[in-house]
């Protein structure tokens, strides 16, 4: 099994990219997508083409989720399908 690469070793300007916002407020989720290509070629890259992004407005620590396309599209599933409810109340 391969590992997905870091934000770091994607070698991302994370300030020169496209981010969409849930709101204007800090803890907002901000979500970024990546074509592979714009990306170095890092650990996990072989056969990934496009990365998503994903971080908290205003996390002091600035951290950030990296998903491979299937990751974040089995997160959308999850998400509409209702699996992170509990965790909203």
Known sequence: MTRKPTVEELGLD???????????????????????????????SAGCTEWVLMRVAGDPDSRILVYDR????????GARGGEFDDGAS
């Open 70 to 77: 299937h990751e974040w599209e089995c997160f959308l599933d």
């Open 14 to 44: 994370l300030d020169g990219q496209m981010w969409q916002r849930s709101g204007d407020r800090d803890g907002g989720i901000e979500i970024a997508f990546v074509p592979a290509a714009a990306a170095a070629a890092g650990p996990g």
